[in-house]
């Protein structure tokens, strides 16, 4: 099973929009409705931002949004903050006969 | 509020075999529903799902690994354990558990394991 296909980096001002794309098949994202992303500060342990494809746990912002179509998962923050640098990992159940879990490559996303 | 604290040697010799707990707090592991995963992430490097158990003992692991990698459960003192084996430098990294669902929520802190001589 393959790593799920993230951009390398996004940047944007503070207060702009930023989008990162999360690729995989339809053995993983394309299959499931339970893409889930993480925000990951240096030194420090992911933190569960959007689970399900676009459900948002108790506490995280509401600037921050998950979709999907196809193959293809997106994460997009609005109102970009300063807090928001971060490197960001998208995840997709990948299980057809036993359960299989897959990690996206990473986006490093930069507020300018 | 649940937390979840790996602990273990920090420092392993190729060849050998790695050996992690994960200790369980404010919650318990015989929650129905939930399953308990261990994540890792080498150096600089993206993360990487190792496997998975539920508190009855059914397992699943990372095909990738599952030659090498026995995850346990012990009820009784609410943790679950890593073993990987025949380790080599590659296997360098943080190793995180957590709770995990279809999502994985929430995350020790991680620990740093070192495969070197």
């Known amino acids: 099973q393959s790593a799920l296909t993230q951009p390398r980096s996004v940047s944007g001002s503070p207060g702009q929009s930023v989008t990162i794309s999360c690729t995989g098949t339809?053995?993983?994202?394309?299959?499931?409705?339970?893409v889930s992303w993480y925000q990951q500060h240096p030194g420090k342990a992911p933190k569960l931002m959007i689970y399900?494809?676009?459900k948002r746990p108790s506490g995280v912002p509401d600037r921050f949004s998950g979709s999907k179509s196809g193959n293809t998962a997106s994460l997009t923050i609005s109102g970009l903050q300063a807090e928001d640098e971060a490197d960001y990992y998208c995840?997709?159940?990948?299980?057809?006969?036993?359960?299989?879990?897959?990690f996206g490559t990473g986006t490093k996303v930069t507020v300018l | 509020q649940l937390q979840l604290q790996e602990s273990g040697p920090g420092l392993v010799k190729p060849s050998e075999t790695l050996s992690l707990t994960c200790t369980v707090s404010?919650?318990?592991?015989?929650?129905?529903?939930?399953?308990w995963g261990w994540i890792r992430q080498p150096p600089g490097k993206g993360l990487e799902w190792i496997g998975s158990?539920?508190?009855?003992?059914?397992?699943y692991y990372n095909p990738s690994l599952k030659s090498r990698v026995t995850i346990s459960v012990d009820t009784s003192k609410n943790q679950f354990s890593l073993k990987l084996s025949s380790v080599t430098a590659a296997d360098t990294a943080v190793y995180y558990c957590?709770?995990?669902?279809?999502?994985?929520?929430?995350w020790g802190q991680g620990t740093l394991v070192t495969v070197s001589s």
């Open positions: 995840c997709s159940y990948a299980g057809s006969y036993t359960p299989l879990y897959v």
């Open positions: 158990i539920y508190y009855s003992g059914s397992t």
């Open positions: 399900d494809v676009s």
């Open positions: 404010g919650g318990s592991i015989s929650s129905s529903s939930y399953y």
């Open positions: 339809s053995s993983d994202v394309g299959g499931y409705n339970y």
């Open positions: 957590a709770r995990m669902l279809e999502h994985f929520d929430p």
